[in-house]
Protein backbone atom coordinates (compact mmCIF):
# COMPACT_ATOMS: atom_id res chain seq x y z
CA UNK A 1 0.00 0.00 0.00
CA UNK A 2 0.66 3.52 -0.92
CA UNK A 3 0.89 4.39 2.87
CA UNK A 4 3.30 1.57 4.14
CA UNK A 5 5.58 2.60 1.68
CA UNK A 6 6.13 6.29 2.46
CA UNK A 7 6.25 5.57 6.34
CA UNK A 8 9.02 3.24 5.13
CA UNK A 9 10.22 6.35 2.97
CA UNK A 10 10.28 8.19 6.54
CA UNK A 11 12.05 5.63 8.45
CA UNK A 12 15.25 5.80 5.97
CA UNK A 13 15.08 9.58 5.52
CA UNK A 14 14.67 10.62 8.86
CA UNK A 15 15.76 7.41 10.83
CA UNK A 16 17.56 4.97 8.59
CA UNK A 17 21.26 3.73 8.93
CA UNK A 18 21.38 4.87 12.41
CA UNK A 19 25.52 3.35 11.73
CA UNK A 20 26.24 5.02 8.69
CA UNK A 21 28.90 7.56 9.14
CA UNK A 22 26.68 10.35 6.91
CA UNK A 23 26.90 14.48 7.55
CA UNK A 24 23.60 14.72 6.38
CA UNK A 25 21.20 13.48 8.71
CA UNK A 26 20.82 9.63 8.44
CA UNK A 27 22.43 9.10 11.24
CA UNK A 28 20.55 11.41 14.01
CA UNK A 29 17.65 11.68 11.96
CA UNK A 30 15.64 9.79 14.54
CA UNK A 31 15.98 12.44 16.82
CA UNK A 32 14.46 14.64 14.55
CA UNK A 33 10.24 15.45 14.05
CA UNK A 34 9.45 14.20 11.02
CA UNK A 35 6.25 13.75 8.85
CA UNK A 36 5.81 12.15 5.79
CA UNK A 37 2.72 12.89 3.63
CA UNK A 38 1.67 12.98 0.29
CA UNK A 39 0.42 15.75 -1.48
CA UNK A 40 -1.97 17.08 -3.86
CA UNK A 41 -0.56 17.71 -7.01
CA UNK A 42 -1.63 21.48 -8.32
CA UNK A 43 -0.72 22.23 -11.64
CA UNK A 44 -3.37 23.81 -14.37
CA UNK A 45 -5.67 24.73 -11.83
CA UNK A 46 -6.75 21.39 -10.91
CA UNK A 47 -5.71 18.51 -8.89
CA UNK A 48 -3.81 16.15 -12.20
CA UNK A 49 -5.02 12.66 -11.99
CA UNK A 50 -2.15 10.65 -10.76
CA UNK A 51 -1.99 7.08 -12.75
CA UNK A 52 0.95 6.01 -10.94
CA UNK A 53 0.26 3.85 -7.38
CA UNK A 54 3.71 4.89 -6.28
CA UNK A 55 5.84 8.52 -5.98
CA UNK A 56 8.95 7.11 -4.18
CA UNK A 57 11.49 8.81 -2.49
CA UNK A 58 14.07 5.88 -2.47
CA UNK A 59 13.71 2.08 -3.25
CA UNK A 60 14.30 1.16 0.60
CA UNK A 61 15.99 -2.90 0.79
CA UNK A 62 16.66 -4.15 4.71
CA UNK A 63 20.05 -5.27 5.39
CA UNK A 64 19.70 -8.36 3.96
CA UNK A 65 17.73 -6.68 1.10
CA UNK A 66 16.51 -7.39 -2.84
CA UNK A 67 18.93 -7.23 -5.52
CA UNK A 68 20.48 -3.97 -5.29
CA UNK A 69 18.23 -3.21 -9.12
CA UNK A 70 15.32 -1.09 -9.80
CA UNK A 71 12.86 -3.36 -10.18
CA UNK A 72 11.01 -3.43 -6.75
CA UNK A 73 10.50 -1.97 -3.33
CA UNK A 74 12.67 -4.32 -1.46
CA UNK A 75 12.82 -5.57 1.61
CA UNK A 76 10.22 -3.98 4.88
CA UNK A 77 12.09 -1.46 6.73
CA UNK A 78 13.69 -2.59 10.78
CA UNK A 79 14.14 -1.03 13.80
CA UNK A 80 17.59 0.19 15.15
CA UNK A 81 20.72 0.00 13.22
CA UNK A 82 19.79 -2.62 10.86
CA UNK A 83 17.00 0.12 9.61
CA UNK A 84 16.50 0.21 5.57
CA UNK A 85 18.85 2.70 3.73
CA UNK A 86 18.50 4.80 1.49
CA UNK A 87 19.59 3.61 -2.24
CA UNK A 88 21.47 5.18 -5.07
CA UNK A 89 22.32 5.23 -8.19
CA UNK A 90 24.54 6.49 -10.87
CA UNK A 91 22.09 5.64 -13.91
CA UNK A 92 21.13 2.54 -15.04
CA UNK A 93 19.39 -0.32 -13.55
CA UNK A 94 22.27 -0.92 -10.21
CA UNK A 95 21.38 0.84 -7.05
CA UNK A 96 22.98 0.57 -3.72
CA UNK A 97 23.03 1.79 -0.13
CA UNK A 98 23.77 5.02 0.63
CA UNK A 99 25.86 3.26 3.81
CA UNK A 100 27.87 1.55 1.42
CA UNK A 101 29.30 4.16 0.02
CA UNK A 102 31.66 4.57 3.53
CA UNK A 103 33.06 0.77 3.48
CA UNK A 104 30.91 -1.17 0.88
CA UNK A 105 28.41 -4.01 1.92
CA UNK A 106 28.85 -7.32 3.62
CA UNK A 107 29.87 -9.72 0.59
CA UNK A 108 32.10 -13.10 -0.12
CA UNK A 109 33.85 -11.72 -3.59
CA UNK A 110 37.15 -12.79 -3.29
CA UNK A 111 39.72 -10.29 -3.64
CA UNK A 112 42.04 -11.98 -5.29
CA UNK A 113 39.64 -12.44 -7.97
CA UNK A 114 38.88 -8.13 -8.12
CA UNK A 115 43.04 -7.83 -8.72
CA UNK A 116 43.35 -10.30 -11.21
CA UNK A 117 40.12 -8.07 -12.77
CA UNK A 118 42.27 -5.24 -12.03
CA UNK A 119 45.40 -6.27 -13.18
CA UNK A 120 43.62 -7.22 -16.89
CA UNK A 121 42.25 -3.83 -16.99
CA UNK A 122 45.47 -2.05 -16.61
CA UNK A 123 46.93 -4.26 -18.98
CA UNK A 124 44.14 -3.47 -21.81
CA UNK A 125 43.03 0.10 -21.14
CA UNK A 126 46.43 1.53 -20.25
CA UNK A 127 46.11 5.03 -19.89
CA UNK A 128 42.26 4.60 -20.22
CA UNK A 129 41.80 2.52 -17.21
CA UNK A 130 40.19 3.61 -14.10
CA UNK A 131 42.48 6.58 -12.45
CA UNK A 132 43.09 4.42 -8.85
CA UNK A 133 44.38 1.83 -10.82
CA UNK A 134 47.01 3.90 -12.99
CA UNK A 135 47.52 5.57 -9.91
CA UNK A 136 47.91 2.49 -7.18
CA UNK A 137 48.46 -0.15 -9.40
CA UNK A 138 46.53 -3.44 -9.90
CA UNK A 139 47.10 -4.43 -6.44
CA UNK A 140 47.66 -1.11 -4.33
CA UNK A 141 43.88 0.32 -6.00
CA UNK A 142 41.42 0.51 -3.44
CA UNK A 143 37.59 -0.37 -3.62
CA UNK A 144 34.10 -0.87 -2.20
CA UNK A 145 32.05 -3.21 -3.05
CA UNK A 146 28.62 -1.71 -3.86
CA UNK A 147 26.61 -4.32 -4.98
CA UNK A 148 26.35 -8.06 -5.85
CA UNK A 149 24.43 -10.34 -8.31
CA UNK A 150 24.43 -13.44 -9.78
CA UNK A 151 25.57 -11.83 -13.33
CA UNK A 152 27.94 -8.73 -11.65
CA UNK A 153 29.63 -7.07 -9.09
CA UNK A 154 29.71 -3.12 -9.04
CA UNK A 155 32.52 -1.51 -7.07
CA UNK A 156 33.95 2.01 -6.28
CA UNK A 157 37.28 2.36 -7.04
CA UNK A 158 39.51 5.06 -5.66
CA UNK A 159 38.31 7.21 -2.61
CA UNK A 160 34.57 7.28 -2.26
CA UNK A 161 32.54 8.76 0.95
CA UNK A 162 28.87 8.15 2.31
CA UNK A 163 28.61 11.28 0.00
CA UNK A 164 29.61 9.40 -2.82
CA UNK A 165 32.81 9.67 -5.34
CA UNK A 166 35.53 11.83 -4.02
CA UNK A 167 37.78 11.33 -7.09
CA UNK A 168 36.85 7.94 -7.38
CA UNK A 169 35.03 5.83 -9.76
CA UNK A 170 32.45 3.56 -10.72
CA UNK A 171 33.38 -0.12 -12.35
CA UNK A 172 31.06 -2.94 -13.22
CA UNK A 173 33.17 -6.59 -13.68
CA UNK A 174 30.62 -9.43 -15.08
CA UNK A 175 30.89 -12.98 -13.96
CA UNK A 176 32.31 -15.37 -16.33
CA UNK A 177 33.95 -19.21 -16.60
CA UNK A 178 37.45 -17.69 -16.10
CA UNK A 179 36.26 -15.27 -12.91
CA UNK A 180 35.41 -11.63 -13.09
CA UNK A 181 36.26 -9.76 -16.35
CA UNK A 182 35.83 -5.35 -16.72
CA UNK A 183 32.58 -4.89 -18.46
CA UNK A 184 32.66 -1.22 -17.92
CA UNK A 185 33.99 1.74 -16.01
CA UNK A 186 33.66 5.62 -15.90
CA UNK A 187 32.94 8.65 -13.28
CA UNK A 188 29.99 8.83 -11.40
CA UNK A 189 28.72 12.69 -11.71
CA UNK A 190 25.39 12.89 -10.29
CA UNK A 191 24.27 9.98 -7.55
CA UNK A 192 20.05 10.12 -7.73
CA UNK A 193 18.01 8.35 -5.18
CA UNK A 194 17.23 5.42 -7.12
CA UNK A 195 13.09 5.08 -8.60
CA UNK A 196 11.10 1.71 -9.06
CA UNK A 197 10.54 0.30 -12.39
CA UNK A 198 8.63 2.83 -14.82
CA UNK A 199 9.56 5.84 -12.69
CA UNK A 200 12.00 8.65 -13.89
CA UNK A 201 13.46 11.63 -11.73
CA UNK A 202 11.85 15.22 -12.04
CA UNK A 203 13.98 18.13 -11.12
CA UNK A 204 12.44 20.15 -8.19
CA UNK A 205 13.48 23.69 -8.45
CA UNK A 206 12.89 27.29 -6.89
CA UNK A 207 10.94 30.39 -8.96
CA UNK A 208 13.94 32.84 -10.28
CA UNK A 209 13.19 34.77 -6.67
CA UNK A 210 13.24 31.55 -4.45
CA UNK A 211 10.63 30.18 -3.14
CA UNK A 212 8.40 32.09 -0.32
CA UNK A 213 9.35 31.12 3.58
CA UNK A 214 6.46 32.75 5.13
CA UNK A 215 3.92 30.31 3.34
CA UNK A 216 2.78 26.81 3.73
CA UNK A 217 2.11 26.62 0.20
CA UNK A 218 5.21 26.43 -1.69
CA UNK A 219 5.47 27.23 -5.24
CA UNK A 220 8.41 25.30 -6.76
CA UNK A 221 9.18 24.60 -10.38
CA UNK A 222 9.94 20.81 -11.61
CA UNK A 223 11.73 19.42 -14.66
CA UNK A 224 11.37 15.84 -16.29
CA UNK A 225 15.15 15.02 -16.90
CA UNK A 226 14.26 12.18 -19.43
CA UNK A 227 14.22 12.64 -22.63
CA UNK A 228 10.67 12.95 -23.25
CA UNK A 229 9.84 14.54 -26.46
CA UNK A 230 9.18 18.25 -24.85
CA UNK A 231 5.70 16.50 -23.63
CA UNK A 232 3.15 18.44 -21.28
CA UNK A 233 4.41 16.78 -17.62
CA UNK A 234 0.99 17.18 -16.17
CA UNK A 235 -0.22 13.93 -16.77
CA UNK A 236 2.96 11.83 -15.93
CA UNK A 237 4.03 13.36 -12.51
CA UNK A 238 3.65 11.78 -9.30
CA UNK A 239 2.38 13.49 -6.35
CA UNK A 240 5.23 15.39 -4.48
CA UNK A 241 6.46 13.60 -1.06
CA UNK A 242 7.50 16.19 1.31
CA UNK A 243 9.31 15.39 4.73
CA UNK A 244 9.48 17.67 7.27
CA UNK A 245 12.04 18.07 10.02
CA UNK A 246 13.22 20.55 12.27
CA UNK A 247 15.85 21.99 10.05
CA UNK A 248 14.88 20.76 6.69
CA UNK A 249 12.30 19.65 4.25
CA UNK A 250 13.28 17.54 1.95
CA UNK A 251 10.57 16.91 -1.71
CA UNK A 252 10.93 14.55 -4.41
CA UNK A 253 9.05 13.90 -7.20
CA UNK A 254 8.58 11.20 -10.17
CA UNK A 255 7.21 11.02 -13.53
CA UNK A 256 6.42 8.29 -15.73
CA UNK A 257 9.34 6.85 -17.60
CA UNK A 258 8.87 7.68 -21.37
CA UNK A 259 8.14 3.94 -23.64
CA UNK A 260 9.39 3.82 -26.98
CA UNK A 261 11.73 6.30 -28.28
CA UNK A 262 11.72 9.70 -27.85
CA UNK A 263 13.38 13.69 -28.80
CA UNK A 264 15.91 15.22 -26.46
CA UNK A 265 14.63 18.32 -27.19
CA UNK A 266 14.60 20.09 -23.70
CA UNK A 267 11.09 19.57 -21.47
CA UNK A 268 8.64 22.28 -20.23
CA UNK A 269 8.83 23.85 -16.91
CA UNK A 270 6.08 23.64 -14.97
CA UNK A 271 4.52 25.15 -11.25
CA UNK A 272 3.88 22.19 -8.64
CA UNK A 273 2.15 23.34 -5.01
CA UNK A 274 3.66 21.83 -1.95
CA UNK A 275 1.46 22.21 1.39
CA UNK A 276 3.51 22.14 4.39
CA UNK A 277 2.09 21.59 7.99
CA UNK A 278 3.36 25.29 8.88
CA UNK A 279 5.33 27.85 7.23
CA UNK A 280 9.25 26.76 6.25
CA UNK A 281 10.73 29.52 7.86
CA UNK A 282 14.22 29.50 8.27
CA UNK A 283 14.49 25.69 7.57
CA UNK A 284 16.17 24.71 4.04
CA UNK A 285 14.19 23.08 1.58
CA UNK A 286 16.30 20.47 -0.65
CA UNK A 287 15.59 18.29 -3.98
CA UNK A 288 15.88 14.91 -2.43
CA UNK A 289 16.42 13.21 -5.55
CA UNK A 290 19.73 13.38 -5.15
CA UNK A 291 22.21 12.30 -3.00
CA UNK A 292 23.08 14.21 -1.06
CA UNK A 293 19.84 16.62 -1.33
CA UNK A 294 20.27 19.67 -3.19
CA UNK A 295 19.42 23.10 -1.89
CA UNK A 296 16.45 24.84 -3.17
CA UNK A 297 16.68 28.61 -3.35
CA UNK A 298 14.75 30.12 -0.64
CA UNK A 299 13.48 34.14 -1.77
CA UNK A 300 15.76 36.63 -1.63
CA UNK A 301 18.23 34.74 0.84
CA UNK A 302 21.02 35.86 -0.95
CA UNK A 303 20.11 39.15 -1.62
CA UNK A 304 19.43 40.56 2.18
CA UNK A 305 15.51 41.44 1.02
CA UNK A 306 13.21 40.90 3.61
CA UNK A 307 9.63 39.58 3.43
CA UNK A 308 6.90 41.51 4.98
CA UNK A 309 3.08 40.58 5.36
CA UNK A 310 -0.58 41.06 6.20
CA UNK A 311 -2.96 38.30 6.81
CA UNK A 312 -1.69 36.34 3.28
CA UNK A 313 -0.51 39.20 1.27
CA UNK A 314 3.24 39.04 1.10
CA UNK A 315 5.89 41.64 -0.78
CA UNK A 316 9.41 41.75 -0.14
CA UNK A 317 11.55 45.16 0.43
CA UNK A 318 15.18 46.05 0.49
CA UNK A 319 17.03 45.12 3.05
CA UNK A 320 17.76 48.73 4.57
CA UNK A 321 13.90 49.19 4.75
CA UNK A 322 12.20 49.05 8.13
CA UNK A 323 8.92 49.46 9.61
CA UNK A 324 8.13 52.48 11.32
CA UNK A 325 5.31 54.08 12.76
CA UNK A 326 3.60 57.19 11.35
CA UNK A 327 0.71 59.30 12.99
CA UNK A 328 -1.74 60.04 11.08
CA UNK A 329 -4.66 62.57 12.87
CA UNK A 330 -4.28 60.45 15.85
CA UNK A 331 -4.33 57.15 14.13
CA UNK A 332 -0.97 54.88 13.78
CA UNK A 333 -0.56 53.34 10.09
CA UNK A 334 2.01 50.56 10.39
CA UNK A 335 4.45 51.83 6.87
CA UNK A 336 7.58 50.56 5.75
CA UNK A 337 10.60 52.64 4.27
CA UNK A 338 14.33 53.46 4.45
CA UNK A 339 13.73 56.19 7.38
CA UNK A 340 10.92 57.11 9.70
CA UNK A 341 10.64 61.00 7.65
CA UNK A 342 11.20 59.15 4.04
CA UNK A 343 8.09 56.76 4.84
CA UNK A 344 5.98 58.96 6.81
CA UNK A 345 6.18 61.38 4.11
CA UNK A 346 5.57 59.20 1.39
CA UNK A 347 9.00 59.73 -0.76
CA UNK A 348 9.45 55.85 -0.16
CA UNK A 349 7.50 53.73 1.63
CA UNK A 350 5.57 50.80 1.34
CA UNK A 351 2.39 49.93 3.04
CA UNK A 352 -0.96 47.31 2.90
CA UNK A 353 -4.40 48.74 2.68
CA UNK A 354 -7.53 47.04 2.87
CA UNK A 355 -8.67 46.77 -1.04
CA UNK A 356 -12.41 47.77 0.69
CA UNK A 357 -11.45 50.89 1.46
CA UNK A 358 -8.85 52.29 -0.85
CA UNK A 359 -9.88 54.91 -2.52
CA UNK A 360 -7.35 55.09 -5.33
CA UNK A 361 -6.90 57.91 -8.18
CA UNK A 362 -5.49 55.73 -10.84
CA UNK A 363 -5.43 51.96 -12.40
CA UNK A 364 -3.77 49.56 -10.29
CA UNK A 365 -0.44 49.29 -11.63
CA UNK A 366 -0.42 52.48 -12.92
CA UNK A 367 3.56 53.81 -11.97
CA UNK A 368 3.33 57.71 -11.64
CA UNK A 369 6.26 60.12 -11.92
CA UNK A 370 5.51 63.17 -9.56
CA UNK A 371 8.32 66.06 -8.70
CA UNK A 372 8.89 68.14 -6.08
CA UNK A 373 11.19 70.33 -4.56
CA UNK A 374 13.61 69.03 -7.72
CA UNK A 375 12.89 65.72 -5.94
CA UNK A 376 11.88 62.92 -8.49
CA UNK A 377 9.25 60.12 -6.88
CA UNK A 378 7.54 57.33 -8.61
CA UNK A 379 4.49 55.99 -7.11
CA UNK A 380 1.67 52.96 -7.48
CA UNK A 381 -0.19 50.39 -6.22
CA UNK A 382 -1.37 46.86 -6.91
CA UNK A 383 -3.37 44.02 -5.96
CA UNK A 384 -2.97 40.97 -3.86
CA UNK A 385 -5.74 39.15 -2.16
CA UNK A 386 -7.82 41.39 -0.28
CA UNK A 387 -4.98 44.06 0.53
CA UNK A 388 -3.22 46.31 -1.97
CA UNK A 389 0.07 47.21 -1.95
CA UNK A 390 0.85 50.83 -2.10
CA UNK A 391 4.73 52.17 -2.40
CA UNK A 392 6.77 54.94 -4.17
CA UNK A 393 10.74 55.51 -4.17
CA UNK A 394 12.94 57.61 -6.25
CA UNK A 395 14.04 55.16 -8.28
CA UNK A 396 11.15 54.24 -10.72
CA UNK A 397 13.02 50.38 -11.39
CA UNK A 398 13.01 50.01 -7.58
CA UNK A 399 9.23 50.96 -7.24
CA UNK A 400 8.63 48.63 -9.93
CA UNK A 401 10.15 45.84 -8.59
CA UNK A 402 8.67 46.15 -4.99
CA UNK A 403 4.90 46.33 -6.83
CA UNK A 404 5.81 43.14 -8.55
CA UNK A 405 6.47 41.04 -5.62
CA UNK A 406 3.13 41.29 -4.37
CA UNK A 407 1.12 38.32 -4.07
CA UNK A 408 -0.53 36.20 -1.76
CA UNK A 409 0.54 33.15 0.07
CA UNK A 410 1.77 30.13 -2.20
CA UNK A 411 1.99 32.45 -5.63
CA UNK A 412 5.33 32.69 -6.95
CA UNK A 413 7.94 34.98 -5.49
CA UNK A 414 8.65 37.85 -8.22
CA UNK A 415 12.08 39.16 -8.52
CA UNK A 416 11.36 42.17 -11.13
CA UNK A 417 15.01 43.60 -11.52
CA UNK A 418 15.42 44.10 -15.23
CA UNK A 419 12.05 44.55 -17.37
CA UNK A 420 12.15 44.31 -21.15
CA UNK A 421 9.59 45.56 -24.08
CA UNK A 422 7.49 43.55 -26.15
CA UNK A 423 4.96 44.92 -28.91
CA UNK A 424 2.18 43.40 -31.48
CA UNK A 425 -0.68 45.09 -33.10
CA UNK A 426 0.89 48.47 -33.02
CA UNK A 427 0.71 47.82 -29.50
CA UNK A 428 3.90 47.91 -27.00
CA UNK A 429 4.28 46.71 -23.52
CA UNK A 430 6.74 46.16 -21.01
CA UNK A 431 7.18 42.93 -19.01
CA UNK A 432 9.97 41.63 -16.25
CA UNK A 433 13.22 39.91 -18.12
CA UNK A 434 11.86 36.05 -17.44
CA UNK A 435 8.61 37.57 -16.27
CA UNK A 436 10.36 37.55 -12.89
CA UNK A 437 10.35 33.56 -12.06
CA UNK A 438 12.37 31.12 -13.42
CA UNK A 439 13.70 30.89 -17.03
CA UNK A 440 11.78 28.15 -18.36
CA UNK A 441 8.48 28.80 -16.79
CA UNK A 442 8.47 32.25 -18.71
CA UNK A 443 7.32 30.29 -21.74
CA UNK A 444 4.09 29.80 -20.34
CA UNK A 445 3.77 34.30 -19.90
CA UNK A 446 2.63 36.14 -22.53
CA UNK A 447 0.47 39.18 -24.21
CA UNK A 448 -1.87 38.28 -27.03
CA UNK A 449 -3.83 41.04 -28.78
CA UNK A 450 -7.25 40.61 -30.33
CA UNK A 451 -10.02 42.66 -31.81
CA UNK A 452 -12.72 43.62 -29.81
CA UNK A 453 -16.51 43.30 -30.94
CA UNK A 454 -18.21 46.70 -32.39
CA UNK A 455 -20.58 48.21 -30.10
CA UNK A 456 -19.16 46.75 -26.45
CA UNK A 457 -18.71 48.73 -23.87
CA UNK A 458 -14.66 49.06 -23.32
CA UNK A 459 -12.96 47.20 -20.13
CA UNK A 460 -10.00 49.32 -18.79
CA UNK A 461 -9.32 46.64 -16.78
CA UNK A 462 -10.79 43.44 -15.77
CA UNK A 463 -11.20 41.06 -12.87
CA UNK A 464 -8.16 39.24 -12.28
CA UNK A 465 -9.30 35.39 -13.14
CA UNK A 466 -6.58 33.24 -11.41
CA UNK A 467 -5.66 30.12 -13.25
CA UNK A 468 -3.46 28.48 -10.82
CA UNK A 469 -0.80 28.83 -8.51
CA UNK A 470 1.72 30.23 -10.82
CA UNK A 471 -0.60 32.32 -13.11
CA UNK A 472 -3.20 34.84 -13.81
CA UNK A 473 -5.00 36.11 -16.67
CA UNK A 474 -6.22 39.89 -17.31
CA UNK A 475 -7.44 41.94 -19.70
CA UNK A 476 -7.98 45.30 -20.72
CA UNK A 477 -8.69 47.22 -24.29
CA UNK A 478 -7.07 50.24 -26.06
CA UNK A 479 -8.87 50.98 -28.95
CA UNK A 480 -10.64 48.23 -30.89
CA UNK A 481 -7.92 46.00 -29.55
CA UNK A 482 -7.94 44.10 -26.37
CA UNK A 483 -4.83 42.90 -24.50
CA UNK A 484 -5.11 39.84 -22.46
CA UNK A 485 -1.81 39.11 -20.10
CA UNK A 486 -1.45 36.01 -18.44
CA UNK A 487 0.92 36.53 -15.49
CA UNK A 488 2.44 34.76 -12.11
CA UNK A 489 0.65 37.23 -9.96
CA UNK A 490 -2.37 39.58 -10.14
CA UNK A 491 -0.09 42.52 -9.39
CA UNK A 492 2.23 41.30 -12.37
CA UNK A 493 -0.93 41.23 -14.81
CA UNK A 494 -1.83 45.00 -13.97
CA UNK A 495 2.00 46.23 -14.00
CA UNK A 496 2.08 44.92 -17.98
CA UNK A 497 -1.41 45.84 -18.47
CA UNK A 498 -0.83 49.39 -17.22
CA UNK A 499 2.35 49.58 -19.13
CA UNK A 500 0.57 48.75 -22.66
CA UNK A 501 1.01 52.19 -25.14
CA UNK A 502 0.32 52.90 -28.98
CA UNK A 503 3.33 52.36 -30.51
CA UNK A 504 5.94 55.05 -32.07
CA UNK A 505 7.44 54.91 -35.29
Do not use: K
Amino acid sequence: MMGDFEDRVGRALGGGAEGAPSAHGLADGARRRLRVRRQRLAIGGAAAAVLAVVLPVAVIGGSGGSSPGRGGEGAPATDGAEAADVRVTCGGDTSWPVSAMADGIPNDVAEEEVRTAFARLEAAAGIDAPRAIQQQGADGASYIVLAVTDDEVTLGVGRWTVDGPDGGQVLTLERSASGLRPAGWGDCRLLEVALPEGRSRVEVTAPRGGVDPSATSLVVVVNELQCASGRDPAPYLGRPLVVEEDDRVLVTMSSEEVVGGADCQGNPHVPVTLDLDEPLGDRQLFDAGTWPPTPIRVAAADEGWQTVAQDDARADLPPDWREVDCDFGGGEQPIHGPTEVDACEFGAYAAFYGSATFDPADLPGVVNRSEDDGEVTWSGYVGAGEWVLSAASHDRDLTRRILASARVAGEPVVVAERWETGGSGGLEWQVPVGWGVDGGSASSYGVEVTLVRSGGEPVLQSLPERLDDAHVRMYGDIGSARITVTAPTRAVAELVLSSVVVATG
